[in-house]
């Protein structure tokens, strides 16, 4: 397959992680991952979630299931950055503490060094003032050796005052240069759809189940979601 991949792309991971589950941090995932595939960027991708591992049910034939009880198995994640220029990986909630242990064991950060690779945490919130708390822990145990990207999630919620009035958003800009975009919504009778069919985005616009109506809902998610992808593409290693 042809890719758009400069030969001088540095390697990138990105972690999509969220403070609890049910803040759209798999669908943000999967949103992603439809766009590396329809943009023809290489992604080597990672669902590390032992509960609702989303992505790999509906990208099974782009991504590997890893069981995160026992963290040598993230060792893969390691490994793919040799040959992969870009490497996605859907979390678990709160599994950011895990992965820092794992980091620490193999010196991810000191390695980041000499492979020359970037790290980027995507942060997938809802209006919920709760969701900010796991960006101060990351922020204390990463400081500036990640790129980070705040995601609100318009599914969850159109009032984000507690965020954008917070301490931590300020933080966030201003210490670490975090980026924000805005995840669209897509109509609930399309995602239920797609749910109960385990029908990825781009096989719901030629699915015989979807309607027209469904397949312009997906085709119109996408567009607008891209829009903000590329808002922010340098550091989803685009």
């Known amino acids: 397959m042809t890719t758009n991949e400069p030969a001088n792309k540095r390697k990138r991971i990105v972690f999509i992680t969220g403070d609890k589950g049910g803040v759209g941090k798999s669908f943000m995932a999967r949103t992603l991952l439809q766009y590396y595939i329809d943009t023809q960027i290489a992604c080597r991708a990672f669902d590390i979630d032992p509960v609702n591992p989303c992505l790999h049910q509906y990208y099974p034939n782009h ?65 919920d003032k709760s969701c900010m708390a796991i960006m101060t822990e990351a922020l204390e145990m990463f400081g500036h050796e990640g790129d980070y990207l705040i995601v609100k999630n318009s599914a969850r919620g159109k009032d984000f005052s507690i965020y954008e009035n917070s301490k931590i958003k300020k933080r966030m800009l ?37 309607t027209l109506s469904n397949r312009s809902r997906v085709h119109a998610y996408l567009r607008k979601s891209y829009a903000q992808f590329e808002t922010v593409k340098e550091i989803l290693g685009v």
Do not use: Y
């Not at 975009?181 to 109960?196: C, K, Q, S, Y």
């Open 174 to 210: 201003e210490e670490a240069a975090a980026k924000e975009i805005i995840l669209p919504t897509l109509a609930e009778r399309t995602v239920i759809l797609l749910d109960r069919h385990d029908i990825a985005f781009r096989d719901a616009i030629h699915h015989h189940l979807a």
């Open 63 to 127: 991504t590997e299931q890893i069981d995160i009880s026992d963290l040598d198995n993230l060792d893969p994640i390691n490994d793919a950055i040799e040959n992969n220029s870009l490497i996605l990986v859907d979390c678990a909630a709160r599994s950011i503490h895990d992965l820092n242990t794992w980091f620490k064991e193999v010196d991810l950060m000191g390695e980041r060094q000499s492979l020359d690779f970037a790290l980027t945490f995507v942060f997938v919130i809802t209006p």
